[in-house]
């Protein structure tokens, strides 16, 4: 199965912001940095930021 987009401007899966999240990013901006995603729109900021406060609580 293909994994679902987050990011559809920059093709970032929710699966590569939950990897660099276990990596030690903590910051929606870290994760921008690492995954480039939001770099386009920024209408998928909010998910952003919903995904890392998820992981963050799981990791
Ligand atoms: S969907 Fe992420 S910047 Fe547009």
Do not use: D, N, W
């Not at 293909?2 to 990011?7: D, I, T, W």
């Not at 990897?19 to 920024?42: L, N, P, R």
């Amino acid at each position: 199965m293909r994994p679902k987009m987050v990011c559809i401007c920059c093709h970032v899966s929710r699966e590569k912001i939950e990897e660099v999240i276990y990596e030690g990013a903590c910051s929606f901006e870290e994760i921008q940095q690492k995954t480039e995603c939001s770099m386009g729109c920024g209408t998928c900021r909010e998910q952003v930021e919903q995904i890392m406060e998820e992981t963050l609580k799981k990791k």
